[in-house]
């Protein structure tokens, strides 16, 4: 209880400090970019609020069959996916794995993933890995056509 | 009459070596309940055919022996039989005691005990499980209550015999729930029967009183105090008729039962066909746990005879247990009846008796629920003024 | 060692590659519901929510079911990531085949069993938290969110329906979350249905050419599926029991 609460003081402050300035904490996470656009809400509305929207979302979705809810955790793992040294997205095993930077820090723990896979799907998966060989060619052409 | 005098239990050597047994068989069923979280529940011996198993029969043994430990009390406020008086708080005590360690198995044995608070907060009032969460924390709230009014200076014999109603109301009330949970299930041959919600209250009082029996001796000779033998004896009787009572339901049930062709098969299956559990009702649930009880209670002696009863109690306690696996696992084991007029087959174990084989984890976690059961009950005579100093039959 | 992040590989993505992306989930059923043809074929609109005016169902021909074909089990194994891990006992089965042999003709039968999503199911009933619950639509689902593993359903259901998930899992299916801990069954294949698809071990069935499966409303009578319930006899599985389950049977 004294760590959640400590942890808490210490993410209000780290909240604090970011919109303040540039200061921040040697101890403040490294959250990984996104690959899409920033929510039009704004990061720091998104941290405060991503479980209300989730739950909400998920209830609609679960409950009431509908599909077109903004914020399902199938698209925050998507968008939010982090790429690890094979060139392919990490599994919340990974400390890496966006969910985790924070959660870890913040000492709040979630339990979605034991149901909810952590990977994108796997032909999102596909098409990702298949990019940077695309921008590889790419560069290549370029490269052949500037010289 | 004299005035009863309470007084708590003293710390001997002896009552610390016990809490410490106690405190081991706890920890173990702790880590024992980390390891089935963390592999989940195939390293237990349930599986997708026998979905309750050991763990609820250990549960729902000590939540209908709770409600049962609790007619000590009734007896004395509710039907005024003063002899009975001075035990009424023990009776309180034990009955939330039990409750809290039936509880505890069964919640740590839940797929996600991490979601207990769900269960707490979100309820569907159509299930007799939900009514349950509702029946047993208000079981603790009036049971606590009728305690608290009968150790407070100056209360009315009036505020303690009302109080000692609605807790024994709520007692049944509570006991038709855990009856109902077996009896409201429609689709099972082995279950679905009005007659569970008595039977269950009648367990109850055989189970609950005999758990008694043994926990206020035992009590008696740890802190050396004087305890009637005469008052044994008369409890003893009472025990006696409560085991015939079960015997009595469980005949009318599986009368009942027989006489429909339709649950012909399920009766044949557990009273004659069914190999190990038709052994464990006939051997444990009958012979052990109601005939050789009740003739051991009833025979006549010269004198009160204690270990006649202590030991009628015991093995009303392993026949409870016996006859609590016999419904729960043995109406498990005989197979559904989907297709009443063919021969099923399936790799999902369609039409064929299943098979259970508990394995220790499970053990552990019943006997921690028996032990948290004892600690806590231990715990409440050491720090209150439960015990009299001197408990005579008059 | 710094990993490199999603966004430096995705900036070519174009436009439309990008929404479909983000929309992963949502965009299909927009294209259902922009696109007539797929409307037209399963008779029905998509909407948005759970239709209450729909009733999904199956109907399956027992006579056309092959006691040595397992296709529907295959595919709802493949489609919702559950599988055999050699451990019967504990395995989750979503749908099973049960081969049957009356006890006084000897006719021999085979069919498929699943959730039978009845109208008043005993699952919903018995669950103490609601996590057992049935859509607008008629289909009788887990929420996984408020199922605490009672098991009290696996008791209740009277067709040995429900499974309980015995061990942790990985990377599950994306539209179909299981856990550790929780029951499951049958979905009906919602994530397909909501699209304006079939369940995969209709979809199956189709394949082998047996067609024994069908898959639609029950409440519209202009369904297929409706219209062979007015024409032909058919039974719920426990009838006694009158849970007017949304799965019927023919010609057993």
Not at chain 3, 174 to 192: F, M
Request: net charge neutral; charged share 15%.
């Amino acid at each position: 209880m004294k760590r959640l609460f400590a942890s808490f003081l210490i993410l209000i402050g780290l909240m604090g400090m970011a919109s303040a300035g540039e200061i921040k904490s040697s101890l403040a996470p490294v959250v990984p970019k996104a690959a899409g656009e920033a929510h039009p809400e704004g990061n720091e509305f998104m941290r405060i609020n991503h479980m209300k929207l989730m739950v909400h979302d998920r209830d609609d979705t679960v409950l009431l069959g509908d599909r077109n809810v903004k914020y399902s955790l199938k698209e925050c793992v998507a968008c939010h996916a982090v790429m690890g040294p094979d060139a392919r997205p990490v599994s919340v095993k990974s400390d890496q794995h966006f969910c985790r930077t924070c959660h870890e820090f913040a000492a709040v723990k979630i339990d979605c993933f034991q149901c909810h896979n952590s990977l994108p799907d796997a032909d999102l998966v596909k098409k990702l890995t298949m990019l940077p060989q695309k921008d590889r060619e790419l560069a290549a052409y370029l490269k052949e056509v500037t010289e | 009459m004299e005035r009863t005098v309470y007084r708590e239990m003293a710390l001997t050597p002896m009552v610390w070596v016990l809490a410490i047994i106690l405190g081991g068989i706890i920890g173990a069923a702790g880590l024992a309940v980390l390891y089935v979280e963390h592999n989940g529940h195939i390293v237990t011996g349930m599986n997708n055919q026998i979905v309750w198993g050991l763990p609820h029969v250990f549960a729902i043994f000590l939540i209908v022996a709770a409600s049962g430990a609790l007619n000590v009390a009734s007896i004395a406020s509710v039907f005024g039989k003063t002899a009975y008086k001075p035990m009424a708080r023990l009776s309180a005590l034990l009955a939330m005691a039990l409750l809290a360690g039936g509880l505890g198995v069964l919640v740590l044995d839940l797929g996600r005990p991490d979601r207990l608070i769900v269960a707490m907060t979100t309820y569907n009032f159509k299930s007799i499980f939900a009514w349950n969460v509702i029946l047993y924390n208000g079981f603790f709230v009036v049971v606590g209550a009728y305690l608290f009014v009968q150790m407070s200076r100056g209360m009315s014999a009036k505020t303690i015999r009302a109080m000692g109603t609605a807790a024994f109301i709520w007692r049944l009330a509570l006991t038709t729930g855990t009856g109902s949970i077996f009896g409201w299930l429609v689709a099972r041959p082995g279950y679905d029967a009005a007659i569970m919600a008595p039977l269950f209250i009648i367990m109850s009082f055989s189970f609950g009183l005999a758990f008694f029996l043994l926990v206020l001796t035992s009590m008696y000779r740890l802190t050396k105090r004087n305890l009637d033998p005469m008052l044994i004896k008369r409890m003893g009787n009472l025990l006696g008729v409560f085991a015939g009572a079960v015997l009595y339901f469980t005949a009318v049930r599986h009368l009942t039962n027989l006489y429909a062709a339709e649950h012909g098969d399920v009766e044949r299956f557990l009273l004659f066909g069914g190999g190990g559990i038709t052994t464990l009702f006939w051997v444990g649930q009958v012979l052990i746990g109601g005939v050789i009880p009740i003739a051991l209670l009833f025979r006549p002696t010269d004198g009160p005879n204690v270990g006649s009863v202590l030991l009628a109690s015991v093995l009303i306690i392993l026949g409870g247990l016996v006859q609590l696996y016999v419904i729960i696992i043995g109406g498990q084991m005989f197979p559904l009846e989907i297709f009443p007029a063919y021969e099923v087959t399936s790799s999902f174990y369609d039409g064929a008796v299943n098979s259970y084989t508990p394995s220790a984890l499970e053990l552990i976690l019943g006997m921690g629920g028996v032990a948290l059961t004892l600690i806590i009950a231990g715990l409440g005579v050491v720090a209150l003024r439960i015990l009299p100093e001197n408990l005579s039959d008059s | 060692m710094k990993l490199p992040a999603l966004n430096t590989a995705i900036k070519d993505l174009s436009e439309v590659d990008r929404r479909e992306f983000f929309k992963a989930g949502g965009a299909v059923a927009t294209v259902a519901l922009t696109s007539g043809v797929t409307l037209m074929a399963f008779g029905g609109e998509a909407s948005a929510k759970a239709d209450a005016g729909k009733r999904w169902g199956l109907l399956i021909d027992v006579n056309k079911c092959k006691s040595d074909c397992n296709a529907c089990v295959t595919a709802c194994s493949d489609e919702n990531g559950w599988e055999d891990t050699g451990n019967p006992e504990t395995d989750a089965q979503w749908i099973r085949k049960v081969d049957l042999t009356h006890k006084q003709t000897g006719r021999e039968v085979s069919l498929p069993m699943m959730c039978q999503h009845c109208e008043d199911a005993p699952c919903i009933d018995v669950c103490p938290t609601g996590a057992s619950f049935k859509r607008a639509d008629g289909i009788v689902l887990v929420d996984k969110h408020a199922c605490i593993g009672c098991r009290y359903c696996m008791m209740a259901c009277p067709f040995k329906a429900r499974s309980f998930v015995h061990e942790p899992i990985e990377n599950q299916k994306t539209h179909a979350p299981r856990g550790n801990g929780t029951v499951e069954s049958c979905t009906l294949c919602v994530h397909r249905v909501d699209k304006g698809g079939q369940p995969a071990c209709v979809e199956a069935c189709g394949k082998t050419g047996n067609g024994a499966m069908m898959f639609g409303d029950l409440n519209d009578p202009a369904s297929e599926i409706a219209v062979a319930l007015k024409q032909y006899s058919s039974i719920g599985l426990r009838d006694d029991l009158r849970l007017n389950p949304g799965v019927r049977y023919n010609n057993l």
